[in-house]
């Protein structure tokens, strides 16, 4: 463990110094981060300049799930996202093959194969949001739902990690993996709502199917005081099930993984 | 050491005939091949040879190197490296071996290469010590202070070829697979190389096995041959005795002056012509008649005389010729 997270901090040094040797794109990314932030606002504001609530969420606690929206997706953008495109490069170039040769679980190599690291910025920016929700509101979470948030967001990152590495799994079968990659990070946008927004068919599918309700809507409940004990552990259990599905798909990919031409 | 005992690595390939329609219906129904990559090979190696594998292109060399460095699972028969089952890619095998693909690079490109090596370091865990020490070997031995900080992309084909054989080698493996190292390269830097790989072998009595179109770098580098066609050995020994097998005859060069007489006359009775430019000629003489050839050409006041084996080249072309299937 302490290897993975040491080469984890080498592999972040590296993405750092990487992303530096383009100065000006760092200036640009960090800007356009800021941007992002502005208009992911945007639907809210719409939304609630002309009503109270919506599907039973005001618009101090839907703020509170755009905060993790803003989290999870910072996850997304600074970590799995890069390091998928990442290994579906190398899975096209063939220079997988050294992924697969080094005596650290492949895994974790692809998954730490790269950060963005100006996504730092969104983290605070999130953050700083969650605390403007909570300041009008008035009052702020029990120290209880404080934990509970938090075990909830960490189960959150889990689950949409899962989603990603089954879906990165599937690039040993068809290589050209980007319209699958597009059509997760538009579902994940969904993300940005209540589940309770959703009827019928729609919100089985974001709770159990593709589970963007275990990313935000339950964790932003959790930290607002309202999910129950119970139902805050099935959410964990759920997480742990799809980074165990996944971690298994993952395995038989990779067996069956037949390296590209010499 | 190496221990292959009839491996096969077979390959399901979808199969389809060019156009339109047959694509439209690949999609429904697939029509599957089974392409036999390496089929029944077995050999050995000990620690410390140094060992050339040839064959022509598609013969399943990388095939088999790949599974002897635990990339694929193979289809069926042993493997044994370094006391291992390469496919259950342990972390004490992985420690001890290193693939060298010069086509596929590991190096991370907007970066200089003290980088890969620093993350290299990290993954395989090397004391900080021993990496200094190492380091400092490879950078002496290939040349390479000038590169280190330099980023991978500025860096010529040659020269990242060098940082890419430092990268492969931090961990002191005891076990080398390289695949085309020198391709592309010019002759100095193969050269380099070359001499590299047996510096290497040599300090660290480390096994290597290579694979080249450079028959060069064989020649130069591997006592012992191993040829593989079709996935099946053909040849596995002394690379001499395989040339003396295959063809016994010298080759005989040497330019004749200027005002020979008949030399057209005189160059038939010498031995078979195999090239000849203007005044310089190369004929084919069995063992026994060369030194009657050579008493001859003084005789002639011929110049530049030399006496060679056959090129492996030609060797090989005739072996692979005589395996195919005739047509």
């Known amino acids: ?262 | 050491m190496i221990r292959v005992a009839n491996l096969t690595k077979h390959f399901r390939v979808h199969e389809r005939p060019p156009g339109l329609k047959a694509a439209l219906r690949s999609l429904v129904s697939r029509t599957y091949k089974t392409v036999k990559a390496v089929d029944g090979l077995s050999f050995e190696i000990q620690r410390g040879e140094r060992v050339g594998f040839l064959g022509p292109n598609g013969a399943g060399k990388t095939t088999t190197l790949k599974v002897l460095a635990g990339l694929l699972h193979p289809t069926s028969g042993d493997v044994v490296v370094e006391e291992h089952i390469p496919f259950l890619r342990k972390t004490t095998f992985l420690e001890r071996i290193t693939l060298v693909m010069g086509q596929k690079s590991q190096l991370i490109w907007d970066l200089p290469p003290a980088e890969t090596y620093a993350m290299n370091r990290a993954i395989f865990d090397v004391p900080h010590a021993a990496f200094a020490a190492t380091l400092a070997e490879l950078t002496e031995l290939l040349d390479l202070g000038p590169l280190l900080n330099k980023p991978t992309r500025q860096l010529s084909l040659g020269e990242r070829m060098k940082c890419e054989l430092a990268a492969a080698l931090l961990h002191r493996p005891t076990t080398l697979f390289l695949d085309e190292p020198t391709i592309g390269l010019d002759v100095s830097m193969q050269l380099a190389i070359r001499q590299f790989v047996r510096d290497y072998n040599q300090r660290h009595e480390a096994t290597v096995m290579l694979t080249s179109h450079y028959m060069d770098d064989v020649v130069a580098l591997c006592p012992r041959v191993i040829v593989i066609d079709r996935g099946t050995l053909i040849h596995d020994g002394d690379l001499r005795g395989l040339i003396k097998q295959m063809d016994p005859d010298k080759r005989v060069s040497f330019t004749l002056p200027a005002d020979a007489r008949e030399p057209d006359a005189l160059i038939a009775k010498l031995g078979t012509v195999i090239e000849r430019d203007g005044p310089r000629v190369t004929v084919r003489v069995p063992e026994r008649e060369v030194a009657g050839v050579v008493g001859h050409l003084f005789e002639h006041h011929a110049t530049d005389l030399a006496i060679e084996d056959p090129p492996l080249e030609e060797i090989l072309r005739v072996m692979f010729k005589r395996e195919s299937p005739p047509t």
């Open chain 1, 1 to 262: 463990m302490r290897k993975i997270l040491r080469l984890a901090l080498v592999q972040l040094r590296i993405s750092a110094s990487s992303a530096m040797a383009y100065r000006l794109d760092f200036f640009v990314e960090g800007l356009m981060s800021l941007v992002w932030m502005t208009l992911t606002l945007l639907p809210l504001v719409v939304l609630y300049g002309t009503r109270t609530s919506v599907a039973g969420w005001t618009a101090d606690e839907a703020l509170v799930i755009i905060g993790y929206f803003m989290l999870v997706r910072a996850v997304l953008e600074g970590v799995v996202s890069p390091s998928l495109v990442e290994l579906v490069e190398r899975i096209r170039s063939g220079a997988f093959d050294y992924t697969l040769l080094k005596p650290v679980d492949a895994q974790v190599l692809v998954s730490t194969a790269k950060f963005e690291p100006w996504k730092l910025f969104d983290v605070l920016g999130a953050l700083a949001l969650l605390v403007y929700a909570f300041v009008r509101r008035g009052y702020g979470p029990s120290a209880v739902d404080l934990a509970l948030g938090s075990l909830l967001l960490v189960a959150g990152v889990a689950a949409m990690y899962a989603l990603w590495i089954a879906c990165a799994a599937a690039a040993f079968w068809v290589v050209r993996l980007d319209n699958l990659t597009y059509l997760l990070g538009a579902v994940f946008d969904v993300a940005r709502w209540p589940i309770q927004v959703f009827r019928g068919a729609w919100r089985f599918v974001f709770t159990f199917v593709i589970p963007v309700a275990l990313m935000t809507s339950y964790p932003a409940m959790a930290l607002l005081g309202r999910l129950g004990g119970l139902r805050a552990l099935a959410v964990v259990g759920c997480a742990l099930a799809m980074l165990v599905a996944s971690r298994l798909l993952w395995r038989v990919a990779i067996r069956n993984y037949t390296s590209a031409s010499s």
